[in-house]
């Protein structure tokens, strides 16, 4: 049987919710802790960033770009 968009929703909604309330949640003690400016120019909040904005686009490909976005570039002959 194949599950609709609405289905789908229903059953993830809540614990979306929730994981969204987690990222706000360490997003806001990182910004009253001493010291946040610099983690501002640390490249991984910026690539959390990057991150965030794959989440909010449309498509249906945001995991294998967040995927992507959090890879290391492959390296031609790694294993020699």
């Known amino acids: 049987m194949s599950q609709t968009s609405q289905n789908i929703f229903e059953r993830h909604y809540l614990e979306l919710r929730c994981g969204l309330l987690d990222l706000a949640a360490a ?5 009253r802790a001493e010291g946040a400016g610099a983690v501002r120019e640390d490249a991984r909040m910026k690539l959390l960033a990057q991150g ?3 989440v909010a686009s ?4 945001r995991a294998e770009r967040l995927q992507l976005l ?3 570039p492959y390296v031609e002959n790694w294993n020699k």
Request: charged share 45%; glycine share 6%; proline share 0%.
């Open 27 to 31: 997003f806001d003690r990182i910004e």
């Open 52 to 54: 965030l904005e794959i």
């Open 58 to 61: 449309d498509g249906t490909d």
């Open 70 to 72: 959090f890879s290391d």
